[in-house]
C-alpha cells in the first residue's frame, strides 16, 4: 500500500491518478463490471443452445 497523499510513485515516477471521491464510477469500471456480467450470463446460455441445437441434429 502506498502513504496517502503521493501523486507520484515513489518506485517508477510515474504521475497516480487520484479519484475526488473513492465511491465514484469511472467509465472504465462501468465497463468492465458490465462486461464481466454480461460474460457470466450470456456463456452459459450460448453453451445450453450449443448443446440443444447439437441434440436437434442428433435426434433426425
Not at 25 to 44: C, E, K, N, R
Request: hydrophobic share 50%; net charge positive; proline share 7%.
Amino acid at each position: 500500500m502506498l502513504a496517502p497523499g503521493l501523486d507520484r510513485c515513489p518506485q517508477c515516477g510515474k504521475k497516480l491518478r487520484r479519484k475526488k471521491n473513492p465511491d465514484d464510477w469511472s467509465l472504465s469500471d462501468i465497463f468492465w463490471i458490465s462486461a464481466t456480467v454480461i460474460g457470466y450470463v450470456l456463456i452459459p446460455i450460448l453453451i445450453a443452445a450449443a448443446i440443444g441445437i447439437l441434440c436437434l441434429f442428433l435426434i433426425r
